[in-house]
């Protein structure tokens, strides 16, 4: 028997905001932290847990600094944060293709 596609899911990737955060950084060089707080519509301290947890998973890379006297964070994703957003991005299409035959 077969692995189901589902098998391949993430458990650190799949959760969707932090899905949704790799998402929109991979689409730029960085991101800003305020910036995703706003488009993902969470709290400073929910995106903070879940940067933390891609940032421990070797995800994400978190940069502080000033723009200006203000203090700023920005987001990159990692090489390995690619790779992972890539199997899960094949795993979904697989669950796609599966329901697309029935």
């Known amino acids: ?6 098998s391949g899911l993430d458990d650190t990737v799949h959760q969707r905001h932090r899905l949704g955060i790799l998402t929109i950084a991979a689409e730029v060089k960085r ?5 995703l707080k706003s488009i993902l519509e969470l709290t400073a301290g929910n995106l903070s847990r879940h940067v933390t947890v891609l940032e421990e998973a070797g995800l994400l890379e978190v940069e502080k600094g ?21 199997a899960e991005m094949a795993v979904l299409r697989a ?5 697309d035959q029935t």
């Open 95 to 99: 669950l796609l293709a599966r329901h």
């Open 31 to 35: 991101v800003e932290f305020g910036y």
């Open 1 to 6: 028997m077969t692995e189901h596609p589902t």
């Open 66 to 86: 000033y723009d200006g006297k203000r203090a700023k964070t920005w987001l990159s994703v990692t090489a390995a944060g690619r790779e992972a957003l890539a």
